[in-house]
């Protein structure tokens, strides 16, 4: 991998921990607090449309350095990077199903209910857990150590 490359690969990772990080300050609040407070409700709409659009990012740029095509979306690339290997078809059917709820709050598609994002808050804190690690995991296998 180009160092360029690395790096900026490195730094989407990091973001991906950040954003984590600042999703699960809210893991335990309960679904009243959560709906009665608008920021923390607009705080988690963006930590999970940021979620999908940073992993995206590093699945079309691992994707890239295998010599493949970009991915067509969000949920391609969950779908391709899962067919090369660096995680289960069943995880990458999982992540790729989030980016059915990016789209909903980012195109407010519908109507979509908050009771839906919060029960999401969790799945997300798991799913991208075990998904950055994957990504670290693929790293360090291929000599690509992320730190």
Same mark, same amino acid.
Not at 22 to 42: A, C, I, P
Not at 63 to 84: A, H, Q, T
Not at 106 to 134: M, P, S, T
């Given at each position: 991998?180009?160092?360029? #490359?690395?790096?900026?690969? $490195?730094?989407?990772?990091?973001?991906?921990?950040?954003?984590?990080?600042?999703?699960?300050? $809210?893991?335990? %609040?309960?679904? #009243?607090?959560? +709906?009665?407070?608008?920021? $923390?409700?607009?705080? %988690?709409?963006?930590?999970? +449309? =940021? =979620?999908?659009?940073?992993?995206?990012?590093?699945?079309?740029?691992?994707?890239?350095?295998?010599?493949?095509?970009?991915?067509?979306?969000?949920?391609? *690339?969950?779908?391709? %990077?899962?067919?090369?290997?660096?995680? *289960?078809?069943?995880?990458?059917?999982?992540?790729?199903?989030?980016?059915?709820?990016?789209?909903? =709050? $980012?195109?407010?598609?519908?109507?979509?209910?908050?009771?839906?994002?919060?029960? #999401?808050?969790?799945?997300? =804190?798991?799913?991208?857990?075990?998904?950055?690690?994957?990504?670290? #995991?693929?790293?360090?296998?291929?000599? +690509? *150590?992320?730190?």
């Amino acid at each position: 991998m180009i160092p360029e #490359n690395k790096a900026a690969l $490195v730094e989407k990772i990091i973001l991906v921990e950040k954003y984590l990080s600042e999703l699960g300050e $809210v893991r335990d %609040v309960n679904f #009243n607090q959560y +709906q009665k407070n608008v920021l $923390v409700r607009r705080g %988690v709409e963006r930590l999970l +449309q =940021l =979620l999908v659009e940073v992993a995206s990012d590093i699945n079309g740029m691992l994707l890239s350095e295998m010599g493949e095509r970009p991915p067509s979306s969000y949920y391609d *690339s969950f779908i391709r %990077v899962g067919r090369s290997g660096m995680f *289960s078809e069943k995880m990458a059917k999982k992540l790729a199903s989030t980016a059915g709820l990016r789209n909903r =709050l $980012v195109h407010e598609y519908g109507e979509y209910r908050d009771i839906i994002v919060y029960k #999401n808050i969790r799945l997300f =804190l798991r799913l991208y857990g075990l998904y950055i690690g994957a990504i670290k #995991n693929f790293m360090k296998k291929s000599g +690509q *150590s992320p730190r």
